[in-house]
């Protein structure tokens, strides 16, 4: 009687759990990405504007707080509130094309090490160790300071350091899929290799492409705005949450607002875009190691 | 296996010459670099003397061998900056990275390991909740928030511990736990899920059926196979806390290799750069073949399994 009472929980549970996770993820994720959008509407000030009579104010729940000011102004008297919402516009977007960038880069030296085996395979996993050994962070600071930082180079640097995940997973998947009869199929019906792979094998590798996007994403945020927070990344006047927080990090003893909100800006979409890929790889493809 | 460790040592050369084609790279995308080492209002004339001293009029495949040849003698030039060896002053630096490194991963495995196992024994309970939001928190703080945090909660409001600095052992904790929080996070999540996979496994059922103690079952037969997978990510593992290290130190003014990185790249001191690069990226080579060469004698059906491929 013992043995099934402790056995039963371990198998029927976990699903609802895991679907309020998601329902909040994308929940969060398209609060933020809405008022990223839309942050010109919804931002109360503009973010650029500096007003040096209310600089440095508490949060309006605090005192000396003003109401026009929710979150608090910082060091130039410019609005938290309105400049968070902007940085997401860059974080965000930012984000989405570096993570395209990086999966057109690895998606493509995986589909041809998958596929064609052999030396293209061996050369192009090598180049992925030697990707894996180097520092990104600073392979990209080095490249992004040479190559001068701007919104290009910032996205550019990120695709071309960050694209390896996809490679070993679409390898790996391709291994496996061109082993299968329907490839073997195509291939006796007279298709090209290109066709071959674009039309038979590419779809059905793209659950794990899918997966692997979601969580880059939420890597190349924190990446941004690590690149931001050093001062590499897009530059001021544009407001972004990385320099944000590198303001603010001269004021964590006078005021903690100007670090804190940003901060939780960029853990907040991080944790929503996280949810919402835990939950595609755990109905797409619970096998899926990522 | 002797095949196995030959193939495998050689492989890592290569990966180790890749990386090096990079870093000559890196100094060559400044486009001149001699423009970097005179000022601003220097002659032609000088700069062509210059450009002829350093060997910048070679093919660009002969600069690659020389500096090549260089850099295997772990000659890597002089700092721009500070006029020493670059090599050198990165073995200043690096015991202190190395020691926060290794702080940050050694308490990321004291708390995730047990945490993750408890976690999967007692699954769905209050403590496998308050577990998985800390990993879902700890997955998505960034390093250099967390130690923002940290500073303002222990070191500016408590007092506790210092702000920046390495100075006594108070100071590595901050610094520790802000660049370990998020390989706890992910070394929490492997255990868990690593535990649960070995627990559902047959020969587990069939030691439970044969009575075996649920103790010994456990921390005996369960433990040992899902420590496995654990020690391959502790090698990429490293990797990312080396990379998260660039920006803990940045914030703790910590005194080692990712400081000298950043100061490095924003004062153009390409040599160092370039040194920087490459000795982290042997270490985390060297580190990660030895990790593999554990892993095999651990569990050898890996040999056959790479070698298949």
Partial sequence: MSVTATMLPVVARPRRRVSFRAAFGLGALLLIGGSAVFAPQLAPWDPARQMLTKRLRPPMWQARGLREHPLGTDHLGRDILSRILHGGRISLGVGLTAVTLSALIGVTLGLLAGFFGGRADALIMRIVDVFLAIPYILLAMGVVFALGPSLLNVILVMGATRWVQFARIVRADVLSIREREFVAGARARGNRPLRLLLRHVLPNALTPIIVVATLELAFMIIYESALSFLGLGVQPPTPTWGWMLADGRNYVATAWWLATFPGLAIMLTVLAVNLLGDWLRDTLDPRLKV | ?309
């Fill in chain 2, 1 to 309: 296996m002797v095949g196995y460790v030959g193939r495998r040592l050689l492989q890592s050369l290569g990966v180790l010459l890749g990386v090096s084609v990079i870093v000559f790279g890196l100094l060559h995308l400044t486009g001149d670099p001699t423009r970097l080492l005179l000022p601003l209002e220097a002659r032609e004339e000088d700069v062509r003397q210059l450009r002829a001293l350093l060997g910048l009029d070679d093919p660009l495949w002969v600069q690659y061998g020389r500096f090549l040849a260089r850099a295997v003698r772990g000659d890597f030039g002089l700092s721009f900056k500070h006029q020493v060896p670059a090599l050198a002053l990165i073995f200043q630096t690096l015991p202190a990275t190395l020691q926060l490194t290794a702080a940050g991963l050694g308490l990321a495995l004291v708390v995730a390991v047990p945490a993750g196992i408890l976690s999967a024994l007692k699954r769905n309970s209050l403590l496998d909740a308050l577990c998985s939001v800390g990993v879902l928190l700890g997955q998505a703080m960034p390093v250099y928030w967390l130690g923002l945090l940290l500073i303002m909660v222990f070191a500016v409001g408590l007092g506790w511990f210092p702000a920046a600095g390495r100075d006594g052992w108070t100071s590595i904790v901050l610094p520790a736990t802000a660049l370990g929080a998020f390989s706890m996070a992910r070394i929490a999540r492997m255990a868990r899920s690593g535990m649960l996979e070995v627990l559902a496994q047959d020969y587990v059922r069939t030691a439970r059926a044969a009575g075996i103690r649920t103790f010994v079952v456990t921390y005996k037969y369960a433990l040992k196979n899902a420590a496995i997978p654990l020690v391959t990510i502790i090698g990429l593992e490293f990797g990312i806390l080396l990379g998260g290290a660039v920006i803990t130190e940045t914030i703790f003014a910590w005194p080692g290799v990712g400081r000298l990185a950043v100061d490095a790249i924003f004062s153009r001191d390409y040599p160092l750069v370039q040194a920087i690069v490459a000795v982290l990226a042997t270490l985390f080579v060297v580190i990660n073949l030895v990790i593999d060469l554990v892993y095999t004698y651990l569990d050898p059906r890996i040999v056959y399994v790479r070698s298949a491929r």
